[in-house]
């Protein structure tokens, strides 16, 4: 057996094959494509085609898909294979620089939320040198973006590379006024913690929820959830070791950095981190590992849920995204510096950041609004709806003292004057770290942890590299006119600081009288998809995405509309689902129980009349009661759901999803619940909590 190291990324052309398999100059005109983003030579593709095709065809390889990104969150590929036939019967291999380039894959049945018309079926989709092409099964897989005729991007690759392409243009201004003339790029960077459920295969094969949903819609509480705390870092099961050790070596074929793997908190709950990368590798890896991590769960008899929700009453599954910036030469420019001017650029930074967030607080609430999503945030597992922002101890303390011309703790002088040789150094704050913040610095980058578990990671992004990019333009705007450098710098700090605080909350974010307060302070709270995705369409947010080139506005609006779509469709379909499972699956078993018992106490009473049979009379009233509460509430959602054809439009339609199929599903769910606990065990038609969460 190859060790680790040996094989590595041994499929994926990376640095190591091109390096190997191009001509020096070819090689070197790649490179700087990949590294400073430099336009792509035609005459490279060629050769780069030949090359990756020779790659591909010694590893086995017959086929080739341009990989992207539609809106439906997950990746596409249409394989074709590489043969060409040849004049005496047979077919060489064959893929060419423009194949390489470009694919035009009938675009029509993606969503594109009206940008193109369905009978405009073409698209196409042009290769992403910065993400390395790899090998899956028999098909080499080239990342690429995907967008329509017209242009306009209709995946989520296109808008996240040009949200990177923003942000380093306006970082390498700041960087050039702090005197750094040699970094070439400033990229930014994320680490995505990924957590999901394994269960047994098995059962998840009985419950048309989880096929259909991929959650449970029913399901009364199994009799252990996470009260014990016992799960979270516990042993790993051998199954389930098993399991971990071959998406090790899967993902680390594909050259991904699989770092870390533990036990969650929720009984069959797990998470894989691993080690960071740029946002756009990044995001194509933690699609990748997705979909390994269901596809290799089959292979090992199990499931594995990426649903955020899929078991009511223990905690969901979330993503958080680690994310930072840092230059070509390897600084992070969010890592506290070791000379008081390295921290003066640090603070500029941190600022800009905070800034961001605050201004963009609803931007970036939209980039997690899922139906799945909604079930989190808010409920006592996950960071609140609201954003807020979590700094340390410690660089609170700086900021204040900056804020109010105080003296800072750290410092010698008499007063925090942000100039050169005044500013404290400070340590890095990693000890106090407030698990309940949505949004936290920690040391050296922050951490978003709003995510979904199935959320793609673009989007989130994407808005975080455009609203710091807007901050750091109004920065550099500023300070590239001032004739004083370092007091300007001074008083935007603390101007920073003073009109965005409110954004800051160290408290618990769990807790009632935090949500009272940020209202209270302004901060926006939609608690659904419904409520926040409209504004994306607000002024100030398209105006800023388009200014910085991340979005047009007709992508914004075609946008939006999928984004509620998704939600609407979601929604309406666990609700179908529902109703189909009470109808022909728990009212039935109900009834057929409630008869059993009743006709067990017939049999008794003729035996011998005294027998009371209270016990059975009682049982068969209750289960009775609940079977027509739950049967009345059936066909109170059926015809909820029928009423959705009434919707004006899609934001009508979202806000009769909120408002009425999902406290609808909610109240059938009670009656099926309560009912499952007083059936026996033998008579309930699809496997229950205890023995889905403790099954594996
Ligand atoms: P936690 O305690 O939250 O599990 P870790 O220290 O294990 O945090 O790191 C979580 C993730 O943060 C990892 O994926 C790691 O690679 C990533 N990370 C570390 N440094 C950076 C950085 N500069 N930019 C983005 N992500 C980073
Ligand atoms: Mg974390």
Same mark, same amino acid.
């Given at each position: 057996?190859?060790?680790?190291?040996?094989?590595?990324?041994?499929?994926?052309?990376?640095?190591?094959?091109?390096?190997?398999?191009?001509?020096?100059?070819?090689?070197?005109?790649?490179?700087?494509?990949?590294?400073?983003?430099?336009?792509?030579?035609?005459?490279?593709?060629?050769?780069?085609?030949?090359?990756?095709?020779?790659?591909?065809?010694?590893?086995?390889?017959?086929?080739?898909?341009?990989?992207?990104?539609?809106?439906?969150?997950?990746?596409?590929?249409?394989?074709?294979?590489?043969?060409?036939?040849?004049?005496?019967?047979?077919?060489?291999?064959?893929?060419?620089?423009?194949?390489?380039?470009?694919?035009?894959?009938?675009?029509?049945?993606?969503?594109?939320?009206?940008?193109?018309?369905?009978?405009?079926?073409?698209?196409?989709?042009?290769?992403?040198?910065?993400?390395?092409?790899?090998?899956?099964?028999?098909?080499?897989?080239?990342?690429?973006?995907?967008?329509?005729?017209?242009?306009?991007?209709?995946?989520? $690759?296109?808008?996240?590379?040009?949200?990177?392409?923003?942000?380093?243009?306006?970082?390498?201004?700041?960087?050039?006024?702090?005197?750094?003339? /040699?970094? $070439?790029?400033?990229?930014?960077?994320?680490?995505?913690?990924?957590?999901?459920?394994?269960?047994?295969?098995?059962?998840?094969?009985?419950?048309?929820?989880?096929?259909?949903?991929?959650?449970? %819609?029913?399901?009364?509480?199994?009799?252990?959830?996470?009260?014990?705390?016992?799960?979270?870092?516990?042993?790993?099961?051998?199954?389930?070791?098993?399991?971990?050790?071959?998406?090790?070596?899967?993902?680390?074929?594909?050259?991904? %950095?699989?770092?870390?793997?533990?036990?969650?908190?929720?009984?069959?709950?797990?998470?894989?981190?691993?080690?960071?990368?740029?946002?756009?590798?990044?995001?194509?890896?933690?699609?990748?590992?997705?979909?390994?991590?269901?596809?290799?769960?089959?292979?090992?008899?199990?499931?594995?849920?990426?649903?955020?929700?899929?078991?009511?009453?223990?905690?969901?599954?979330?993503?958080?995204?680690?994310?930072?910036?840092?230059?070509?030469?390897?600084?992070?420019?969010?890592?506290?510096?070791?000379?008081?001017?390295?921290?003066?650029?640090? %603070?500029?930074?941190?600022?800009?950041?905070?800034?961001?967030?605050?201004?963009?607080?609803?931007?970036?609430?939209?980039?997690?609004?899922?139906?799945?999503?909604?079930?989190?945030?808010?409920?006592?597992?996950?960071?609140?709806?609201?954003?807020?922002?979590?700094?340390?101890?410690?660089?609170?303390?700086? %900021?204040?003292?900056?804020?109010?011309?105080?003296?800072?703790?750290?410092?010698?002088?008499?007063?925090?004057?942000?100039?050169?040789?005044?500013?404290?150094?400070?340590?890095?704050? /990693?000890?106090?770290?407030?698990?309940?913040?949505?949004?936290?610095?920690?040391?050296?980058?922050?951490?978003?942890?709003?995510?979904?578990?199935?959320?793609?990671?673009?989007?989130?992004?994407?808005?975080?590299?455009?609203?710091?990019?807007?901050?750091?333009?109004?920065?550099?705007?500023?300070?590239?006119?001032?004739?004083?450098?370092?007091?300007?710098?001074?008083?935007?700090?603390?101007?920073?600081?003073?009109?965005?605080?409110?954004?800051?909350?160290?408290?618990?974010?769990?807790?009632?009288?935090?949500? $009272?307060?940020?209202?209270?302070?302004?901060?926006?709270?939609?608690?659904?998809?419904?409520?926040?995705?409209?504004?994306?369409?607000?002024?100030?947010?398209?105006?800023?995405?388009?200014?910085?080139?991340?979005?047009?506005?007709?992508?914004?609006?075609?946008?939006?509309?999928?984004?509620?779509?998704?939600?609407?469709?979601?929604?309406?379909?666990?609700?179908?689902?529902?109703?189909?499972?009470?109808?022909?699956?728990?009212?039935?078993?109900?009834?057929?129980?409630?008869?059993?018992?009743?006709?067990?106490?017939?049999? $008794?009473?003729?035996?011998?009349?005294?027998?009371?049979?209270?016990?059975?009379?009682?049982?068969?009233?209750?289960?009775?009661?609940?079977?027509?509460?739950?049967?009345?509430?059936?066909?109170?959602?059926?015809?909820?759901?029928?009423?959705?054809?009434?919707?004006?439009?899609?934001?009508?339609?979202?806000?009769?999803?909120?408002?009425?199929?999902?406290?609808?599903?909610?109240?059938?769910?009670?009656?099926?619940?309560?009912?499952?606990?007083?059936?026996?065990?033998?008579?309930?038609?699809?496997?229950?909590?205890?023995?889905?969460?403790?099954?594996?």
């Amino acid at each position: 057996m190859e060790t680790v190291k040996e094989y590595f990324g041994c499929n994926v052309f990376d640095d190591r094959e091109m390096k190997a398999n191009l001509p020096d100059n070819v090689y070197k005109s790649l490179k700087k494509t990949i590294d400073e983003g430099a336009a792509l030579d035609v005459s490279v593709a060629n050769c780069v085609a030949e090359a990756m095709k020779e790659w591909a065809l010694k590893k086995g390889a017959t086929h080739y898909t341009h990989w992207f990104q539609p809106l439906t969150g997950i990746t596409a590929e249409k394989h074709d294979s590489f043969i060409t036939p040849s004049p005496d019967g047979g077919v060489i291999m064959e893929f060419s620089g423009k194949e390489l380039i470009k694919g035009e894959p009938d675009a029509s049945s993606f969503p594109s939320g009206g940008i193109r018309a369905t009978f405009e079926a073409r698209g196409y989709t042009t290769w992403d040198p910065t993400s390395y092409a790899f090998i899956k099964g028999k098909t080499l897989c080239i990342p690429t973006a995907f967008c329509a005729y017209g242009g306009q991007a209709l995946d989520k $690759k296109t808008p996240l590379l040009r949200s990177m392409e923003a942000l380093n243009e306006q970082a390498l201004r700041i960087l050039r006024l702090f005197g750094n003339d /040699t970094a $070439k790029r400033v990229t930014s960077s994320v680490g995505p913690e990924q957590e999901y459920f394994l269960i047994d295969k098995a059962m998840y094969e009985k419950r048309l929820d989880l096929k259909m949903t991929g959650r449970t %819609l029913f399901g009364s509480k199994a009799p252990k959830g996470q009260e014990m705390d016992d799960h979270y870092f516990g042993i790993i099961k051998p199954r389930v070791q098993a399991y971990m050790d071959e998406l090790n070596q899967e993902l680390w074929k594909l050259g991904i %950095l699989a770092k870390t793997e533990h036990n969650e908190v929720a009984p069959s709950q797990h998470e894989l981190a691993p080690i960071y990368s740029t946002t756009n590798v990044g995001t194509d890896h933690n699609q990748l590992t997705m979909e390994i991590m269901q596809k290799l769960a089959l292979k090992h008899g199990l499931v594995c849920l990426l649903h955020e929700k899929p078991f009511a009453g223990v905690n969901g599954s979330g993503k958080h995204n680690n994310w930072s910036i840092s230059t070509d030469e390897g600084q992070n420019l969010l890592s506290p510096g070791a000379t008081p001017y390295d921290n003066a650029q640090f %603070l500029l930074f941190l600022c800009a950041v905070i800034k961001a967030v605050d201004d963009y607080q609803d931007l970036l609430r939209i980039s997690v609004a899922t139906a799945g999503n909604d079930h989190r945030l808010g409920a006592n597992e996950a960071p609140p709806a609201v954003i807020s922002m979590f700094l340390g101890e410690e660089l609170q303390a700086v %900021l204040e003292a900056i804020e109010k011309d105080k003296p800072y703790a750290g410092t010698k002088k008499t007063q925090m004057k942000l100039g050169v040789d005044v500013l404290p150094k400070f340590n890095r704050d /990693t000890t106090d770290r407030n698990r309940t913040s949505p949004f936290a610095f920690t040391g050296n980058k922050f951490e978003f942890r709003m995510l979904g578990s199935s959320n793609s990671i673009a989007c989130a992004n994407i808005m975080l590299n455009a609203a710091v990019a807007e901050s750091l333009k109004q920065y550099a705007d500023t300070l590239e006119g001032a004739k004083n450098f370092e007091s300007k710098l001074h008083d935007m700090i603390k101007k920073t600081i003073k009109d965005h605080k409110r954004i800051i909350f160290d408290g618990n974010g769990y807790d009632d009288k935090w949500i $009272k307060e940020a209202t209270k302070r302004g901060l926006s709270n939609y608690r659904t998809t419904a409520d926040c995705m409209p504004h994306l369409l607000d002024a100030h947010n398209v105006k800023m995405l388009t200014a910085h080139k991340v979005f047009t506005k007709e992508e914004l609006e075609s946008r939006c509309e999928i984004m509620l779509e998704n939600y609407c469709k979601s929604v309406t379909i666990e609700a179908n689902t529902m109703v189909q499972m009470a109808k022909t699956q728990i009212i039935p078993a109900i009834e057929k129980y409630a008869e059993d018992v009743a006709e067990g106490a017939l049999t $008794k009473k003729q035996l011998k009349s005294t027998i009371k049979c209270s016990y059975e009379g009682k049982l068969v009233e209750n289960l009775s009661n609940l079977a027509d509460t739950a049967y009345v509430d059936t066909l109170d959602l059926e015809k909820a759901i029928g009423q959705l054809a009434k919707a004006k439009n899609i934001i009508d339609e979202s806000a009769m999803i909120r408002d009425s199929i999902l406290p609808k599903m909610e109240k059938l769910r009670e009656s099926c619940d309560e009912a499952e606990t007083l059936t026996a065990k033998s008579y309930w038609p699809f496997p229950t909590y205890s023995d889905l969460l403790f099954g594996v």
